[in-house]
Nanobody
């Protein structure tokens, strides 16, 4: 059974930085030609994709975080990361990691329906 566990959420002031982690249990990031993604959901809004990365390191970012967020992974540690810099109040949301066993899920803007495995989320709050 695949389980994803996020950590690193916190409350910081605008302009600050945070690093999120997502450990994958029950499967190896090497096992599939997969796609890993970060999503976020603010109160009253739909879940939106933030960034994704293929097993081989190809990355995609949505425009709102491009240049500020960095997605990465450590396959040896089975861990996905999201480094967030120059944070803005509009980045406030519950951040979740997700996994798909199919690389095509990384073809563009991360779509929640393309990902079958989800973590429980970690809260990020940015104050102005």
């Amino acid at each position: 059974q695949v389980q994803l566990v996020e950590s690193g959420g916190d409350s910081v002031q605008a302009g600050g930085s945070l690093g999120l982690s997502c450990v994958v249990y029950g499967a190896s990031l090497y096992t599939y030609d997969n796609c890993m993604g970060w999503f976020r959901q603010a109160p009253g809004k739909e879940r939106e994709g933030v960034a994704n990365i293929t097993r081989y390191g190809s990355k995609y970012y949505v425009d709102s975080v491009k240049g500020r967020f960095t997605i990465s992974q450590d396959n040896a540690k089975n861990t996905l990361y999201l480094e967030m810099n120059s944070l803005k109040p509009e980045d406030t949301a519950m951040y979740s990691c997700a996994a798909s066993p199919f690389r095509w899920a990384c073809r563009g803007v991360p779509a929640p329906a393309d990902f079958g495995y989800w973590g429980q989320g970690t809260q990020v709050t940015i104050s102005s």
